[in-house]
């Protein structure tokens, strides 16, 4: 995206990166023109006092004790020379620094969203929302911005994002901008102090406003004139010049889709993927470190695809196995080094569709049950099963699936014998995934039986001898989940049942309590963006809403089009998945709260 930018909107590819290429080309050179008018932020002179931070190079004016120790060479050497070099201004001096304190640099952008600026004015506003964000990032300024109009406690945005950016373009009030807003903003931002570099951005009477004395101003109108299709716009910048502006709109369609949801793709591969009948999605799920996701279809298909990046990126084709006829889809797995792999059932054993690490290369692998009465389950309606990768530094890899019982099997190496053994190796198992390149399984509590363990367990796979690491839970349930900072040291971001209604969630710094209403199901736990807690997220009973539950008040995530029948969320990225009753399948950013794909059934005659 950033790279496909023309030379001239570098500086502003990150910004621009938000939108789909062709609308970034759109608004780019009104970014490029509203820039220049606005002018770059002078970071704070270090000559201009403070706390002296030592030198920061040379100067050719200052004291002599700050004379370059080289320069006192001219007075032994020829006194004349110094005494000329000194009337000519060619002496060198060291020059001081001083540090600043910059926490409390700020850029604040307020933009009426009334009347008066509804429609193709708001252009303008997101053409100037990226400038202001990159010149503020220029000098390592905050950058801080909300609509006039809105409560500042609910609209007070920090960094240009899609989920703020496609608040703002939904803000939208029938009162004009008064002297009334001006003032909520000024206190809720302490700016009535030192209202450094505040812009208020909206019709001509925004700086008129009371209160609206030193900050500076963009005016934008719609010239009615008949087949116009500009916006005139005046920059008035703080004891500056003022400048004009003249931005020539883009076609009416891509206007349309500025306003709408300029993050929405134009293109297909972005949006809806029609599937055919035989292919549809039935079941899914996330990979073992959560980056792809396995999708079963009906036609007994596997196939691993990649997350998409953002809600404009286009989805890679993905990979495919199509066992047989005659066998039956058991388990699939993912690696990042050695792609899909496929676990099915053929007469009396299992073969492995994909190839295994072994230290002399990559051997294709059949499987035999060590214990007849022992096999994998496929429960009714259960999800499919995972498989679970790890490969030791000798480079030989192991795998383990959990079966519809809770039962977690370990598959041998590949044998140069014939087949290896499917054995199982654990019962109780609630949950398992590869977290910090280690597969982890947890352990439901064994009530039953003298010593027998009363709290989940979480047990590190594949080390010898086993380990286990307590987990304060006493019902078993457990949910592996996505957190960049302050999980669990050894499991990550993790949620445990306590009891019918308590979850507890493991992190750094202790153990949280959070209580789940009956009969919402929890589908996953998550840490949204700063500064929200980690929660989890639960499918209403009505099977269609996803709630966020935290320590905080809770507050719906996503709406399913339908009934859905399945639901998960990954643990290994910031994304939500879930299958509707109708054949619906989404994948959902939590952090910019946007559909990254969907596939629906194909419309048949």
Known sequence: MTTALPPALRPWATQLSLFPEDLARHLGP?????????????????????EPQGYDGLSRRGPFERLLVSEWLWALEAPE???????FGELSFLKPAFHQPQGARRTVVLLDVGPDQLGLPRIAHLALLVVLARRAEAVGAAFTWGALQTEPAQATHTGLGGTSLLAWLTARSTTPASSRHLTAWREALELSSAPEDVWLVGSSRLGRLEGAEGMSSVEVSEPMEPGAHRLDVDVRPAGRVP???????????????????????????SGVMPRKADRRIVKFSFSGDGRRVLLFSANGAVEAMAVPHSPRATVPKPRRVQVPRGQQVIAAGWRSSGGLLVLASHLDGYVMHGQVHTPQGLRKARYHAADDSKQPALAPGALPLSLVSWVNP????????????????SLAPPSSMGTSALSLEEEGVSSMAEVHSLP??????????????????????????????????????AYFGYSPSGAHPEAGLLAARDNDSDWKLFLDTGVSVITVPERHRVVGVVQPPVPSPPGLIALHPEQRAFTFFSSQASRTLAVASGPVVQAAASHGQPVLGWLTRAGEF?????????VLYRSVPEATS
């Open 30 to 50: 009104h970014v490029a023109r509203l820039s220049a008018a606005v002018g770059t932020l002078r970071p704070r002179g270090e000559a201009e006092g403070g």
């Open 81 to 87: 020379e110094l005494v000329r070099r000194a009337a």
């Open 243 to 269: 400048r004009s502006v003249v931005l020539e709109l883009p076609p009416p369609a891509d206007c349309l889709r500025l306003l709408r949801n300029p993050f929405a793709s134009n293109q297909q591969a």
């Open 394 to 409: 000798r480079g030989q890899e192991y795998l383990w699936l959990k079966d519809g019982k809770g039962r977690l099997f």
């Open 440 to 477: 982890l399984c947890v352990l439901r509590p064994q009530n039953l039986g003298a010593g027998r363990a009363i709290i989940s367990r979480l047990k590190v796979l594949g080390e010898e001898p086993a380990r286990f690491v307590p987990i304060n839970a006493r019902h078993g349930d």
């Open 586 to 594: 989404v994948l959902w950013d939590l952090m910019e709260q946007a």
